[in-house]
């Protein structure tokens, strides 16, 4: 249920530009941002930082976006997002404090070395993702920038978790069980 809400945002956006235009889009992504954040509040009692963090952006570069009737901020938000990701987990290595680790280290025991690679890893493709971002949004057009936002990121992004997990995998001790959570 988590990943369908995480996605209702993207394709209310989507939904909304291809029958309406960009400004009507980047309100209907404010307001679905909204309800996804009310959503997982009801559902789970919590909702996490990087869903809060992600909001107020959508919410101040969408609302900039319809008030100013510019697309330039809506198209800013993607890589903004992006940098904030790539900076958090760089800083939290930095400071040997590895974010990744802290979320998934209970599920997968791997050396600290296997962690900050990952992280490394997700910083360069956050970093890449937000330069490219930034390329389509202004050198190509609308439409396309549009386009590679819902289905150009998330097809990267899922090509590149596949491919982190894959990473993880090999790493993790030859008799490791997950554990079962219905308990």
């Known amino acids: 249920m988590k990943q369908i809400l995480d996605f209702l945002p993207l394709l209310v956006f989507f939904g909304v530009y291809k ?3 960009i400004y009507l ?9 909204a309800v996804q954040i009310a959503l997982l509040y009801l559902l789970y009692k ?11 952006l959508v919410a101040v570069f969408g609302t900039l976006t319809m008030v100013l009737r510019d697309d330039t901020f809506i198209k ?6 992006q940098f904030l990701f790539a900076g958090a987990l ?3 290595e930095l400071m040997g404090r590895s974010l990744l680790k802290a979320m998934l280290g209970k599920e997968m025991p791997l050396p600290d070395q296997v962690w900050r690679n990952t992280s490394f890893a997700w910083v360069a493709f956050f970093i890449a993702s937000g330069i490219l971002n930034m390329y ?23 090509a590149f978790t596949v491919g982190t997990i894959v990473y993880l995998y090999r790493h993790l001790p030859k008799d490791f069980k997950p554990q079962d959570k219905q308990k």
Not at 25 to 33: H, N, R, T
Not at 136 to 158: C, D, H, P, R, Y
């Open 19 to 21: 029958f309406y235009d």
């Open 136 to 158: 389509i949004a202004f050198n190509l057009s609308q439409e396309v920038w549009v386009n590679f936002k819902v289905f150009g990121l998330m097809g990267m992004t899922l």
């Open 90 to 92: 760089l800083i939290s």
């Open 25 to 33: 889009a980047s309100g209907a992504l404010v307001a679905a941002s």
């Open 76 to 81: 800013w938000k993607v890589t903004v997002v």
């Open 46 to 56: 919590k909702v996490e930082k990087q869903h809060l963090i992600t909001f107020a």
